[in-house]
């Protein structure tokens, strides 16, 4: 996992996002060459809101993040925003190691939530995105399983680096470690150049 500090947790202020600030993000008048124009396209209101969200002093605040859907998707996590981090998963990339942290996140949350109702409806939440990391998975080994193994072992630029197969672990998604596509690769790792043929007593001698 990334080490980043979430600027959504950083003090001096704290901020709660809603359907109207993505909305004035997305149509904020500026000037350009003495004219007004407005910003229509979801991905610079994206930019505009998450650079909005940090802190005065933050190196951040005058430059844009590299992943401002990553940033919105997490900070929606947070928040149990069920429709706005489904909205934000959508337009981002890398689906699945995208869900597998939003369902680590929401069960750790749920774990530590007091109120019963708000811990099942977090519960409930996680078990929405290790369905939607599943559903991601099935389609790609349909499609291609060599491929899918591939997807499993690269290294998520925006998730530090780290590999879908990594965070499952992490999580301790049994459900998705238990997939035909994962435990392929798994045997693949395990057996190497070893044909499945052979017999482990004779491979052991």
Excluded at 95 to 102: N, Y
């Amino acid at each position: 996992m990334d080490t980043y500090e979430p600027l959504y947790l950083r003090e001096r202020s704290k901020y709660f996002l809603s359907e109207n600030d993505i909305c004035r993000g997305l149509d904020r008048p500026t000037e350009e060459l003495g004219e007004i124009r407005r910003e229509h396209t979801l991905m610079e209101g994206l930019r505009a809101v998450s650079n909005n969200m940090a802190r005065p002093d933050s190196p951040e605040k005058n430059r844009d993040f590299r992943s401002p859907v990553r940033e919105l998707f997490l900070y929606a996590v947070l928040q149990n925003r069920e429709q706005m981090a489904r909205m934000f998963w959508e337009e981002g990339k890398e689906a699945i190691p995208s869900a597998l942290t939003a369902s680590k996140i929401l069960t750790s949350l749920a774990a530590k939530e007091p109120d019963p109702d708000q811990s099942t409806f977090m519960q409930s939440h996680a078990t929405s995105y290790e369905d939607l990391a599943l559903g991601v998975l099935n389609e790609c080994y349909n499609d291609d399983s060599d491929r899918t193994s591939l997807l499993l072992v690269r290294e998520q630029e925006n998730w530090g680096r780290t590999t879908s197969l990594s965070l499952a672990k992490q999580a301790d998604n049994k459900n998705f470690i238990a997939h035909s596509g994962v435990q392929n690769l798994l045997t693949e790792i395990w057996s190497g150049k070893l044909s499945d043929e052979n017999n482990y007593w004779l491979v052991s001698r």
